[in-house]
């Protein structure tokens, strides 16, 4: 066979592969890592990577790799949900890093966390001043989780006795100018009911329409491709360009 060809066979095998193992071991591998799921995602790409340049090589030497490290992996997170020991060792534990507005600098000196690793993460939760910090937790898979201190939380709904209205998930309707029709059923409407309220806004084609969605209150969201904007805000320092459409 030809060597090029051999390549692209080889990469569609090797793409499809990997995308059938990572949905196959669970949305871990695509969302925040553990340590075993972090080598395991080297290790599977490693081989896949190896499957796609190893020209003149029997494929299924990775493809058994391929195989044996899927069931490894499945085996793993088997054990780790049976075996709460095994699944602590696998996975590794929560560390608290701040308790009561103080930092633990014993437990961040086990886990190599330094200060720097702490503050940044506790800007991106809000949190810019550790006195506020009731407790901060260091996560498995690298994250972190804070507690603010109850006199600086914010105030919620609950806590003044206020009741609330449900608040769902918006459905999409259209996107990129194509109607979702199963959205639509699912929300007891059709075509011509979306058309009319479109051009109750003076759109009178949905390829105008790059995005758009209906709230639980029945409310419509409509964002057109060509926004009509006089002036788009630029955060960077970059030379003012073309204004963005």
């Excluded at 890592?33 to 029997?58: F, K, M, Q, R, Y």
């Excluded at 199963?182 to 995005?211: A, P």
Aim: net charge negative; aromatic share 8%.
């Amino acid at each position: 066979m030809n060597p090029y060809l051999e390549i692209l066979f080889k990469s569609l095998g090797a793409f499809v592969a990997v995308i059938f193992i990572t949905r196959l071991v669970g949305k871990s591998q695509v969302g925040g890592l553990t340590i075993t799921d972090w080598v395991n995602g080297i290790v599977v790409g490693s081989i896949a990577a190896s499957l796609v340049t190893s020209v003149g090589e029997p494929a299924g030497y990775y493809a058994m790799g391929l195989l044996l490290f899927t069931t490894f992996t499945i085996l793993s997170q088997w054990v780790g949900m049976k075996f709460r020991p095994a699944h602590k060792m696998l996975s590794d534990e929560p560390t608290v890093v701040v308790h009561n507005g103080k930092i633990l600098e014993g437990c961040m000196r086990k886990m190599r966390y330094t200060i720097d690793d702490l503050t940044s993460q506790l800007r991106q939760k809000g949190a810019f001043n550790i006195a506020d910090v009731e407790f901060a937790i260091a996560e498995p898979d690298g994250q972190l989780s804070v507690l603010l201190k109850s006199q600086v939380a914010p105030v919620t709904p609950q806590d003044l006795n206020i009741p609330t209205k449900y608040q769902g998930v918006p459905s999409e309707l259209v996107v990129d100018g194509v109607i979702i029709e199963q959205n639509l059923k699912q929300n007891h409407l059709d075509e011509d009911w979306l058309l009319g309220e479109l051009q109750k806004q003076g759109i009178e084609s949905l390829q105008e329409v790059f995005y758009a969605s209906l709230d639980s209150d029945g409310n419509l969201y409509i964002d057109k491709k060509r926004d009509d904007l006089e002036y788009v805000q630029d955060i960077t320092d970059k030379l003012p360009g073309r204004r963005p459409q």
